[in-house]
């Protein structure tokens, strides 16, 4: 032991050589290292991951010590280590990055090395002395890195989408809300930026709740690809230096750990070498993105102005908008929603390219597939959540405003067209961008049809309403 600025130190050794650890981590010389070699994001694991490792680590002392492979002196107590870590002990003791090289093998021995000091502490010894409890001999009997980080991996991403998919619940029924609080306010639609039709207001928000809708439920149809895991599988899949009991066991005793229905793959070789599971995750993550940056897109636009904009509806003032411009509110929820998106996206080609890297019978790069999939899984939460709570539910519409922009539009003229014909109507329309008046003035007036046809025909849930347009 060696002593250096009034910290204590042990002495570890590994394949490398030896290295100094402080006396009391429950970490050893393999986190040290990792630590010492992957100086990346400044960043440590999730506690979300860490719970997920705990977890599986937990199930696989409970098979071994039930097929005989482990004494239950050993097993219990570091089952007990990894029930406070489950709990949200010892989280300053995982210290390595969460991106590394080696294919997580760092992550592994960071909660290896964990458990083993900490249930060598139960045990009455010294952190350190393995003699008691060994990290590799003990803890990560009948596992492997390759097993064991992809299984913790797909338990955090169902997790973490847990809180997603409340939140895009929570918008749709905002979205329905205000579908339900607009049904009446008819506006112009756009399209290409130019107007085109009439549109009620509630139906462009009904339509925005149907795509979160949809993102919610392409989401959770995917997740069921997570909870098929390949523990037992070892470095390969071919199950090596694992327990033909424990290999047959392990999952449904990680299934009663966490509560959820975790199945063993079919076949843990094609389980262990492709990941694609996770490209599928983040493509559905990166879609739901995409629909709500459109939404936030419409939201700017319809609030633009707002004396010189469109100026359609009102979103919630959240915080001056400008250093320079007295009283400029700019749509900061709608932008940060868009750069949540951008974010997502970003991060989907990070875990394409990963995905693809995989060679022969593993893929390295499972590290920053997690670092980036569960950025994505929390921002988009987050940003759904400051969405619904800042934007969405103070939004209100200026009836007024859209009306206007209504008798300013030629785009009615085309529910004229099945009545008066398409050449009469666009020479009514041309004759209303120059003289300023009403389409429906200048078909009166034109005598092509009565005041009360018109009326009716224009009426608001004619235009707005598939199949009555001509009734």
Not at 173 to 181: F, G, P, R, V
């Amino acid at each position: 032991m060696t002593e250096n600025n009034t910290i204590q130190y042990r002495q570890e050794s590994d394949s490398i050589g030896v290295h100094d650890v402080p006396q009391s981590a429950y970490y050893g010389v393999q986190s040290l290292r990792a630590y010492e070699n992957f100086p990346i994001t400044g960043q440590v694991l999730r506690p979300e991951f860490i719970k997920s490792l705990a977890q599986v680590k937990k199930a696989s002392a409970t098979a071994n010590e039930r097929v005989g492979q482990l004494n239950s002196e050993l097993a219990q107590a570091m089952i007990q280590a990894c029930d406070e870590i489950i709990d949200g002990q010892w989280q300053d003791q995982f210290i390595v990055d969460p991106i590394q090289g080696g294919a997580g093998t760092s992550m592994n021995m960071n909660i290896n090395e964990v458990v083993a000091n900490r249930a060598i502490d139960i045990l009455g010894g010294q952190p350190g002395d393995y003699t008691i409890v060994h990290p590799n001999d003990h803890v990560n009997e009948g596992q492997s890195t390759n097993d064991v980080i992809p299984t913790a991996g797909k338990i955090t991403v169902y997790q973490l989408s847990q809180g997603l998919l409340t939140a895009l619940d929570r918008l749709n029924e905002a979205l329905e809300a205000k579908a339900e609080a607009f049904n009446d306010v008819l506006k112009m639609g756009r399209t290409q930026m130019q107007d085109a039709i009439p549109i009620r207001l509630g139906q462009e928000f009904k339509a925005y709740a149907i795509a979160v809708k949809r993102s919610q439920q392409r989401l959770e149809h995917i997740l069921e690809e997570m909870l098929v895991v390949n523990m037992g599988g070892t470095a390969i899949g071919t199950g090596l230096n694992a327990d033909f009991n424990y290999f047959n066991e392990v999952v449904d005793d990680l299934a009663k750990i966490t509560g959820l229905p975790l199945t063993q793959a079919a076949d843990l070789i094609d389980g262990t070498q492709h990941i694609d599971c996770f490209a599928a995750v983040s493509g559905v993550l990166k879609t739901s993105a995409l629909s709500l940056s459109k939404i936030a897109n419409d939201l700017r636009l319809l609030s633009s102005g707002p004396r010189t904009g469109f100026n359609e509806i009102n979103l919630p003032k959240m915080q001056n908008g400008s250093s320079i411009m007295p009283g400029k509110v700019n749509p900061v929820i709608p932008e940060v929603v868009n750069q949540v998106a951008f974010r997502v996206v970003g991060n989907d080609t990070t875990i394409s390219m990963a995905v693809e890297a995989g060679q022969l019978e593993l893929n390295a790069f499972e590290p920053v597939i997690f670092y980036s999939l569960f950025e994505s899984i929390t921002i988009l939460e987050h940003g759904i959540d400051t969405f619904i709570d800042n934007c969405i539910q103070g939004i209100t519409a200026n009836e007024d405003r859209c009306q206007e922009l209504i008798d300013a539009s030629v785009g009615t003229i085309t529910a004229l067209v099945p009545h008066i014909g398409y050449q009469k109507a666009a020479d009514i329309a041309k004759e209303a961008l120059v003289s300023g008046n009403r389409v429906q003035d200048l078909v009166v007036q034109a005598g092509l049809l009565s005041q009360a046809e018109v009326e009716s025909i224009m009426a608001a849930n004619k235009m707005t309403t598939p199949g009555i347009c001509k009734a």
